[in-house]
Every structure is written in C-alpha cells, then in structure tokens.
C-alpha cells in the first residue's frame, strides 16, 4: 500500500510560481510511475505530468507544457512538480498519485494511488 500526501498550494498571483510536493510512504517509490493531476470546480480531474521511476520518460499535458516541470527524488520518496508562468486557468486542486509499472498513463482511473490534494488558486 502507498500513501500520498500532497503539499506546497497555496495562493498566487498570475505570472508567478509554486512547487507543489508529493511525498510518499509505506512503500518505495521505485518502480512506480506518478503522476500530476488537477481538479477545477465542475469540470473532470485531468491529467498535468507523469514521470516513470528511473526518470527517463516523462510527459505533460498539452496546458501545461513549457510551463510545469515535474521531478522526483526516488532516495527520498517525493515528487515534485515546479509550476511557472501561473495563470488563472491553472486554479485546481492538484493531486499526486501513483501507479505499478514503468509506462506513464493519463488515464487517472488507472491509478490506485491518490493523495488528498492540496489547492492551487491563481489570481488574476
């Protein structure tokens, strides 16, 4: 069993950074491929960055790229996503989860894993 817990929201204005953390326990993360995704009111969770364990395939959604950079530390059982260049649209609550296997999914109903979320509100 893996547990998730997410932090690093917060408020922020248009233009500016965070750098959300996603830090995991009761299980090594090797050997795990995770993921980023985001809620926003009434709309579907969605897909934001997958990166697999060895760090040698990552991918983002089409919203994000240029923008987020998405980072593990398998030593220390985190990952991490950098968000630049905030924009409104970026408000979400933003989850970590995880899944067996070295192949990136964007497809969250093929992940276990989930953490509880931690809210990102960018400000215009």
């Known amino acids: 069993q893996v547990q998730l817990v997410e932090s690093g929201g917060g408020l922020v204005q248009a233009g500016g950074s965070l750098r959300l953390s996603c830090a995991a326990s009761?299980?090594?993360?090797?050997?795990?491929?995770m993921g980023w995704f985001r809620q926003a009111p009434g709309m579907a969770r969605e897909f934001v960055a997958g990166i697999n364990w060895n760090r040698d395939s990552i991918r983002y959604g089409d919203s994000v790229k240029g923008r987020f950079t998405i980072s593990r530390d398998n030593a220390n059982n985190t990952v991490h996503l950098q968000m630049n260049s905030l924009k409104s649209e970026d408000t979400a609550v933003y989850y970590c989860?995880?899944?067996?296997?070295?192949?990136?999914?964007?497809?969250?109903?093929?992940?276990?894993?989930w953490g509880q979320g931690t809210q990102v509100t960018v400000s215009s």
């Open positions: 989860a995880a899944r067996y296997g070295s192949t990136i999914i964007m497809v969250r109903s093929l992940y276990p894993y």
């Open positions: 009761g299980r090594s993360l090797n050997s795990y491929a």
